[in-house]
């Protein structure tokens, strides 16, 4: 992302309610962000268009919400506490630590001629040791090794410890699929570049359970149906590809894995947004092993059981949302106007504010009637009522946090009972009655 686009969005962000930094007023804490009224509803919306699609459009996919904190053996069982891990060097003169295939290192840590790319010192650079991501916590109130507990890396553990519990209580056959949206925490060594990648983050992930054998045509179902998904996001079709893994970069419970990435521009360019992975019977064979409980399927028609094989999708809403920004954000000239416009040309679906309702003067009846059709409105979608400031600008603040309507009441409104309605993009202008502007901004929206 070119580093103004990205200093733009955080600057925007902050000024018009979308993402804060965490504890700010002491200083800030490293790489966790809080989201404000409209970053809310933008995430909202998002998750709740993953949700629709994945689970409620569906009757092959159940919903789940597991708990953050686990049994410990279920991260030994995965495979976390002895592999989640990055290799990490730090720098002995100003302590700053580095992930070792940080780009920006000279030379080999650990020998004299490895120079830190933050302080300059040459030979300061220890060699690389394993670090563990996971963030380690206590349970209850004895501090020992004993109640060790860790905040949970990624939500799909949630999901195969309760394979069984979902399969059984609602009667699914092979091929199904388990969804959950949460939040999951990694104690990431270079986190960066605004929320792609923070230390606490959240995770649509959907673990499809199928038979052995039919894993690899599932991994492309479903490669093609997460791309198509964020295509109906409106983010740019140049702006995304598939980067399929070769065989080397495959992690070992992996049959296959692809991700789909997004064109962030500048240092960080294409980067992965979604994660697709055929994970084989890894997951459920190891809880098998590791608790002793068998997590078998029984294929009644064939009368065989066997443990599914599991194809995975995996991905961020946070970064999604990054996505989502650096695609709608544009500067604009407008054409006979002085002053240019800031837009977050968002699919109207997403955007956190549907309509704006402004009363052309705060006179005449207007604030009145603008008022009560703004109070109708929100019955159905966000609206935002302003009444202060030139109609102009009242429209800028809206294009700049990318709400698709705006609705004013003129002089005319008063005698014939019509509103104008301006769309965003296109900046045209109609009349419509005031009474149809809910199901006409509702049915666009749909669309
Ligand atoms: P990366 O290689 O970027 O660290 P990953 O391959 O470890 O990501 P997965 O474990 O497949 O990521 O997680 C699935 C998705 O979760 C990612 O595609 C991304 O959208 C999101 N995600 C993972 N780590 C972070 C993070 N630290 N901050 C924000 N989102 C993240």
Redesign the pocket.
Known sequence: MPTDVLESLVSLCKRRGFIFQSSEIYGGVG?VWDYGPLGIELKRNLQDRWWKSMVRARDDIEGLDSGILMHPRVWEASGHVGGFVDPLVDCKNCKRRFRADEPTIKGTPGEPDAQCPSCGMKGTLSAPRQFNMMFKTFMGPVEDTAAVVYLR??TAQGTYVNFLNVQQSMRKKVPFGIAQIGK?F?N?IT?GNF?????????M?MQFFVEPGTDMKWFEYWRDERMRWHRGLGLREDRLRFYDQRKDELAHYARAAC??QFDFGGSLGF?????V?NRGDFDLGRHQEFSGKKLEYFDQPNNRRYIPYVV?T???????LLALLVSAYREEIVEGEAEGRTVLGFHPALAPVKAGVFPLVKKDGMPEMAEKIATDLRKQFPVFYDESGAIGRRYRRQDEIGTPYCLTVDGQSITDGTVTIRDRDTLAQERVAAERVGEVIVSRIAS
């Open positions: 790489s890396p990624e999951a990694r990431e986190p929320i792609f990648r923070t230390r606490e983050f959240e995770q992930e991700d789909i980067a992965e947004i979604e994660g992975h995975e995996a991905v961020g809403p946070n970064r999604t």
